[in-house]
């Protein structure tokens, strides 16, 4: 079975300051693939990031980074300097190598304080 | 450039009506779906199709219809309204790139429904 944990409900930080999101999944696919989304107050879904099982390369765009570790079935997002903007919804979701279901974690609840 | 249309944005029924959502992609996409949104929740599958003629239940398909006429659209029924389907509803599709690799979801702007 396919599943994703969001440990952080909510989170608050002060503007400027680091923070990391925490994704935990489970499956027994050595082919998936992880995602993030980010759900801003106006209630969209907006797709920020996709990784293949087989690449551990952590990533960097702009101020957001993903560090993904096979070994410990984590896909951490770390917002770095974080702005007023960042304040959301971020899910992290898994898809098996067939594609057709995505399963999502329960979302961790961002907000950043000026 | 639509991309994934969804309507109604809000709708108000009562217990026992039916409803369409409708959905509509205009990026050709093979794999639509539908998810709900409930507080606590994160997005839960209702039902998914990989091209028109097929559909397949997902997570949380019971009192939900669906069928898939045309690569276009996809909507979804609601057979006999409950206020257990009081939710956020979220259409999506993807394109399918090959060897059972989707691209990443995109998502229409939702429909909130509330069942009194």
């Known amino acids: 079975a396919q599943k994703v944990t969001q440990a952080q409900t909510e989170i608050s930080v002060v503007e400027k300051e680091d923070v990391t999101l925490d994704c935990v999944y489970e499956?027994?696919?050595?082919?998936?693939?992880l995602f993030w989304y980010k759900q801003p107050p106006s209630g969209e879904l907006v797709f920020l990031i996709r990784r293949n099982s087989f690449d551990e390369q952590n990533e960097i765009s702009g101020r957001y980074s993903w560090n993904f570790q096979k070994s410990t079935s984590s896909f951490n997002f770390t917002i770095t300097a974080s702005q007023v903007v960042d304040s959301a919804v971020y899910f992290c979701?898994?898809?098996?190598?067939?594609?057709?279901?995505?399963?999502f974690g329960t979302g961790t609840s961002l907000t950043v304080i000026p | 450039n639509a991309g994934v249309t969804q309507t109604p944005k809000f709708q108000v029924l009562k217990t026992g009506q039916s409803m369409t959502l409708q959905c509509a992609q205009d990026?050709?996409?093979?794999?639509m779906s539908w998810y709900r949104q409930d507080p606590g929740m994160g997005l839960r599958l209702i039902h998914y199709s990989v091209g028109a003629g097929i559909t397949d239940q997902g997570e949380v398909p019971n009192g939900y219809n669906v069928s898939r006429s045309t690569t276009e659209d996809f909507p979804l029924r609601l057979l006999s309204a409950a206020p257990s389907q009081t939710s956020v509803y979220f259409c999506?599709?993807?394109?399918?790139?090959?060897?059972?690799?989707?691209?990443?979801?995109?998502f229409g702007n939702g429909t909130r429904l509330t069942v009194t």
């Open positions: 979701a898994l898809t098996r190598n067939t594609g057709n279901q995505f399963y």
């Open positions: 999506a599709s993807s394109a399918y790139l090959g060897t059972g690799v989707n691209s990443p979801l995109h």
């Open positions: 499956t027994r696919d050595t082919t998936y693939y």
């Open positions: 990026m050709n996409h093979e794999y």
